[in-house]
Structure formats: C-alpha cells, structure tokens
C-alpha cells in the first residue's frame, strides 16, 4: 500500500504563504483520490482539499481562492499551496489517500485508507 509523507510546514506571518507537499511510496498516486486535512488539539481533523486522478480539486469554503492542491505523477507527489494565511490556518495538516481514482467524499476524513504523519502550520 501507499505511504505518505508530508513536509513544508512551518512558522508563516499572517498574509504569508507555504506550500506543503505529500510524497508517496510504494504505489504510484495516480491509483488514489489524494487530500489534505488539518487538525488542532481538542478538535475534529477537517478537509481541507482534495484531488483526483484526473486533476479534479475540491475545496473546504474556508480555504477556496486561497489554497490550491496540485499533484506530479512523474515526482509521486501532491502539493498544497497556501496563500494568505490566518491565524485560524494555524493546525497541524495531514496527506492522505483514498482507495479509488475518483474521490469519494474528497473532504470526508472516514473515506480515506493511508495517512501521513503530519506537518505543522503555525501562521501568527
């Protein structure tokens, strides 16, 4: 099965940006529906994108026009780029993989199979 393993995370000032990115082993992602979710203590982890096989991107409200995920088969590696970041972006942000070339659920954190171990955003 796949694994995954996020970098990029860090310390942003408000208005700032990061672009976090997801590489995968041990299976191409081309076969999976990808995403990013984030999380902060005491609270439910959340979607936040999502990316077919095809290119298809859906979007949690709270980040459309300034996030934007991407992914480069040739490098196995999905991308969130964050721009105009607030404070309430700061969590830590997880890549994950769901079993199925078009995204069931692309938000929904119980459709997905494989997960990272995390990055951290902190934007102050």
């Known amino acids: 099965h796949v694994q995954l393993v996020e970098s990029g995370g860090g310390s942003v000032q408000v208005g700032g940006s990061l672009r976090l990115s997801c590489v995968a082993s041990g299976d191409t992602i081309g076969r999976y529906c990808m995403g990013w979710f984030r999380q902060i203590p005491d609270k439910e982890r959340e979607g936040v994108a999502g990316i077919e096989s095809d290119g298809s991107t859906s979007y949690a409200d709270s980040v459309k026009g300034r996030f934007t995920v991407s992914q480069d088969n040739a490098k196995n590696t999905v991308y969130l780029q964050m721009n105009s970041l607030k404070p309430e972006d700061t969590a830590m942000y997880y890549c994950?993989?769901?079993?199925?070339?078009?995204?069931?659920?692309?938000?929904?954190?119980?459709?997905?199979?494989?997960w990272g171990q995390g990055t951290q955003v902190t934007v102050s």
């Open positions: 994950a993989a769901q079993e199925t070339t078009y995204c069931i659920g692309p938000l929904n954190l119980s459709r997905y199979n494989y």
